[in-house]
Structures are given as structure tokens and as C-alpha cells.
Nanobody, 130 residues
Framework: QVQLVESGGGSVQAGGSLRLSCTFF????????MGWFRQAPGKEREGVAAIYTGAGGTYYADYGDSVKGRFTISQDNVKNTVYLHMDSLEPGDTAMYYCAACGGAWRWCRNLRSGDYRYWGQGTQVTVSS
């Protein structure tokens, strides 16, 4: 069984930065692609970023259009933790942020479709004020 635990959310003014963390509890962390999603009240869940570290340590990352150039996803395979560093935050980034694990091939997981992600954390709230 896999458990994902997020932390690092909070309130910040527009233009500020936050870093979210998600720790994976379970087996075979390195076989999963990890993703971040967000959902604002009244809106659909949106894929934010995904990452996978392949054999030899090469990592692959992909981002939702709305966060490209502002957010960076990374992971520490020793700590079984994935991070989302968010810069230049905007009020439109206000949402509940969820960490998720995808056990399929990277070519599917990179598309950030929530249905491809099997395990989900409880979420951490990010609020950006203007």
C-alpha cells in the first residue's frame, strides 16, 4: 500500500514563492512517476507537473501550460520525496494542491491526466493574495 503525505502549503502574497513536499511511503518508489495536481473551488482538477527518474538517473519532467516557467518539480530518490517549487505566484494559483503517483509508463503519466494516477495524498492548501 502506498501513502502520500504533502506539506508546505500556506499563504503568500502575489510574486512570492513556496515549496511543497510530498513523501512517498510504500515500496518501489522509483518505479512511479510522481505528479502534482491542483483544484480550486468550483473548478476541475488541473495537472501541474510530473516527474520520473529513469535508469541511470536521467529525469524527465513535464508541466501544465499555466505554470511553465514559474514552477519546478524535483525529487529526492533517497528520501522518497517529490518537491514542487513555485515562484512568481499569482492569485490564480490559489488551490488545494495534491501529490499523486502514477504506476504506468512515463509517456502516459506525463500527460497529467488524473485518471492515470493511482495514489493520492490528502492535499495541502496554497493561497495567494494580491
Amino acid at each position: 500500500q502506498v501513502q502520500l503525505v504533502e506539506s508546505g502549503g500556506g499563504s503568500v502574497q502575489a510574486g512570492g514563492s513556496l515549496r511543497l513536499s510530498c513523501t512517498f511511503f510504500g515500496y518501489a518508489y522509483s518505479t512511479y512517476s510522481m505528479g502534482w495536481f491542483r483544484q480550486a473551488p468550483g473548478k476541475e482538477r488541473e495537472g501541474v507537473a510530473a516527474i520520473y527518474t529513469g535508469a541511470g538517473g536521467t529525469y524527465y519532467a513535464d508541466y501544465g501550460d499555466s505554470v511553465k516557467g514559474r514552477f519546478t518539480i524535483s525529487q529526492d530518490n533517497v528520501k522518497n520525496t517529490v518537491y514542487l517549487h513555485m515562484d512568481s505566484l499569482e492569485p490564480g494559483d490559489t488551490a488545494m494542491y495534491y501529490c499523486a503517483a502514477c504506476g504506468g509508463a512515463w509517456r502516459w503519466c506525463r500527460n497529467l491526466r488524473s485518471g492515470d494516477y493511482r495514489y493520492w495524498g490528502q492535499g495541502t492548501q496554497v493561497t495567494v493574495s494580491s
